[in-house]
T-cell receptor
Framework: EAQVTQNPRYLITVTGKKLTVTCSQN?????MSWYRQDPGLGLRQIYY???????DKGDVPEGYKVSRKEKRNFPLILESPSPNQTSLYFC?????????????FGQGTRLTVV | SQKIEQNSEALNIQEGKTATLTCNYT??????LQWYRQDPGRGPVFLLL?????KEKRKERLKVTFDTTLKQSLFHITASQPADSATYLC??????????FGSGTKLNVKP
C-alpha cells in the first residue's frame, strides 16, 4: 500500500530538548516536504527536498532542520524546541516535480512543547 | 510570498444541493492549482489538479474552475452528501517548487 509514515503521532516535550520526527515514503517519490498546521493559518511549508541531498527552505524554516540522505526518508529536526513550535506537523511526498502532481500526506504528528 | 484566501466561515448546505467553495490568490498566477480534502485529525487527501490553461476540470461529482484573470478558483460538489462534510483546502505552487495552502473552508452537509 502506497503511504507516507510519520512517527511519532503524538509528542510532548520540554523547551530546549532536541527531537526528531521521522517521515518515510514507499512510493519512490523524489519530492518530499514538511508542513505545520495551525488554526487559522492553514498549512505552511517548512522545508522541502527535490531529491537526495537537495533541500531548501519553505515559508517558515526558522527553528527547524531537515536532511535527505536516502530517497525514502526525510526527518524533521528541532534542535531546541520552543513553545511556539507547538503545532500539528505533516510530511508529504510527490513524484517528479512537486507542483505538477498530487501530494500524499502522512497521518500527522501533534507536537506540544511545554 | 503568495497569499491564498479561502472563506474561513463554515459552509452549511442541505443534502442534495451543490456546494461551491472559493479560493482567491494574490501575486502572480500559478501554473497549477490543487484541491484537497481534510478530515479532522487526518492528513489532506488530493482531489483535483487544474492547470492554468484549463478553464474547468471534472471528476465524478466534483468540478473545479480556474480563472487566472480574476485570480480565483471555484470548487463545486454537486448532489452533496453528509459524507462530503470536511474541510477543503486549495493549494498552489509558486517559486516553482514551493507549495502554498489556504486555511481551508469547512463544509457541513446536513441530511
Amino acid at each position: 500500500e502506497a503511504q507516507v509514515t510519520q512517527n511519532p503521532r503524538y509528542l510532548i516535550t520540554v523547551t530546549g530538548k532536541k527531537l526528531t520526527v521521522t517521515c518515510s515514503q514507499n512510493m519512490n517519490h523524489e519530492y518530499m516536504s514538511w508542513y505545520r498546521q495551525d488554526p487559522g493559518l492553514g498549512l505552511r511549508q517548512i522545508y522541502y527536498s527535490m531529491n537526495v541531498e537537495v533541500t531548501d527552505k519553505g515559508d517558515v524554516p526558522e527553528g527547524y532542520k531537515v536532511s535527505r540522505k536516502e530517497k525514502r526518508n526525510f526527518p524533521l529536526i528541532l534542535e531546541s524546541p520552543s513553545p511556539n513550535q507547538t503545532s500539528l506537523y505533516f510530511c508529504a511526498s510527490s513524484a517528479f516535480e512537486g507542483p505538477n502532481t498530487e501530494a500524499f500526506f502522512g497521518q500527522g504528528t501533534r507536537l506540544t512543547v511545554v | 510570498s503568495q497569499k491564498i484566501e479561502q472563506n474561513s466561515e463554515a459552509l452549511n448546505i442541505q443534502e442534495g444541493k451543490t456546494a461551491t467553495l472559493t479560493c482567491n490568490y494574490t501575486n502572480y498566477s500559478p501554473a497549477y492549482l490543487q484541491w484537497y480534502r481534510q478530515d479532522p485529525g487526518r492528513g489532506p487527501v488530493f482531489l483535483l489538479l487544474i492547470r492554468e490553461n484549463e478553464k474547468e476540470k471534472r471528476k465524478e461529482r466534483l468540478k473545479v474552475t480556474f480563472d487566472t484573470t480574476l485570480k480565483q478558483s471555484l470548487f463545486h460538489i454537486t448532489a452533496s452528501q453528509p459524507a462530503d462534510s470536511a474541510t477543503y483546502l486549495c493549494a498552489l505552487t509558486a517559486d516553482f517548487n514551493k507549495f502554498y495552502f489556504g486555511s481551508g473552508t469547512k463544509l457541513n452537509v446536513k441530511p
